[in-house]
T-cell receptor, first 117, second 112 residues
Framework: EPEVTQTPSHQVTQMGQEVILRCVPI?????FYWYRQILGQKVEFLVS????????KSEIFDDQFSVERPDGSNFTLKIRSTKLEDSAMYFC???????????????FGPGTRLLVL | GNSVTQMEGPVTLSEEAFLTINCTYT??????LFWYVQYPGEGLQLLLK?????DKGSNKGFEATYRKETTSFHLEKGSVQVSDSAVYFC???????????FGGGTRVLVKP
């Protein structure tokens, strides 16, 4: 069964450094998402991406964050200058083209645990 | 605003016990409702979903019914196994939206 993959599984970085989290969505999916979960807190939506542009973003997704689909398979989240509070588990998800908005299942990757020191 | 509230855990049960995890939502219109499960060391997996009122989602012995009148989507399983030990997340997507709003998660531990 096809699945979403993410790399790396764990990343440790120094405050102020740039990090790039990588995801390979399911191959025939057209919608891509990033979520994050700070330890002990809820899973929070960051951004959704469709047709090579951001379709929606949350207030968390400020200028320090960016997303890109550099080729036909990868979907990346870049944090330009990491802060301590960026430490979290970051989940990528994808869903197929929707016939009914909101009804399509989002398939999640295993996550990247980011620790900012 | 839109939100999902679910019972806090941890919930500790013996094998073959009945499990209920309460979930209520706040949203305008008719959101789609989901239960996701996270097994130790793994990502979020869809367990079941319901997209309109009175729909029942079911999978792996788990069930949840979309109750518009009580804005609820409680998860139930009649006889849990040790392998059901996981964190369970209730979530919704509002009508005409595509971002998931999650509840806080409920950790379930099933003891043999």
């Amino acid at each position: 069964e096809p699945e979403v993959t993410q790399t790396p599984s764990h990343q440790v970085t120094q405050m102020g450094q740039e990090v790039i989290l990588r995801c390979v969505p399911i191959s025939n999916h057209l919608y891509f998402y990033w979520y994050r979960q700070i330890l002990g807190q809820k899973v929070e939506f960051l951004v959704s991406f469709y047709n090579n542009e951001i379709s929606e973003k949350s207030e968390i997704f400020d200028d320090q964050f960016s997303v890109e689909r550099p080729d036909g398979s990868n979907f990346t989240l870049k944090i330009r200058s990491t802060k301590l509070e960026d430490s979290a588990m970051y989940f990528c998800a994808s869903s197929p083209h929707h016939r009914g908005v909101g009804k399509e299942t989002q398939y999640f990757g295993p996550g990247t645990r980011l620790l900012v020191l | 605003g839109n939100s999902v509230t679910q019972m806090e855990g941890p919930v500790t049960l013996s094998e073959e016990a009945f499990l209920t995890i309460n979930c209520t939502y706040t949203a305008t219109g008719y959101p789609s409702l989901f239960w996701y499960v996270q097994y130790p060391g793994e990502g979020l997996q869809l367990l079941l979903k319901a997209t309109k009122a009175d729909d029942k989602g079911s999978n792996k012995g788990f069930e949840a019914t979309y109750r518009k009148e009580t804005t609820s989507f409680h998860l139930e399983k009649g006889s849990v196994q040790v392998s059901d030990s996981a964190v369970y997340f209730c979530a919704m997507i509002k009508a005409a939206g595509n971002k998931l709003t999650f509840g806080g998660g409920t950790r379930v531990l099933v003891k043999p």
